[in-house]
């Protein structure tokens, strides 16, 4: 939880148009076949429960300054 947490300071430090931080809008291409089974967590929603089990709030969508 703390590695994910230190990540995610990481990616916010960054200015918006950085590799790192445009990693969370890649879309899956049309024609592609997914697994059965419901559907993989995101790591924008793992981090989001834990920030709310450590209590923190931090909005994960806000716009950052380059």
């Known amino acids: 939880m703390r590695g994910r947490l230190r990540w995610l300071g990481h990616i916010q430090s960054r200015p918006p148009n950085a590799p790192v931080c445009r990693c969370d809008k890649i879309t899956v291409g049309e024609g592609v076949k997914r697994g ?15 920030l ?3 209590e923190i709030q931090i909005d ?5 300054a380059p």
Not at 36 to 50: H, L, M, T, Y
Not at 60 to 64: A, C, S
């Open 36 to 50: 059965e089974g419901r559907p993989k967590i995101s790591w924008k929603e793992v981090v989001s429960k834990d």
């Open 52 to 54: 709310q089990f450590m």
């Open 60 to 64: 994960l969508e806000k716009d950052r």
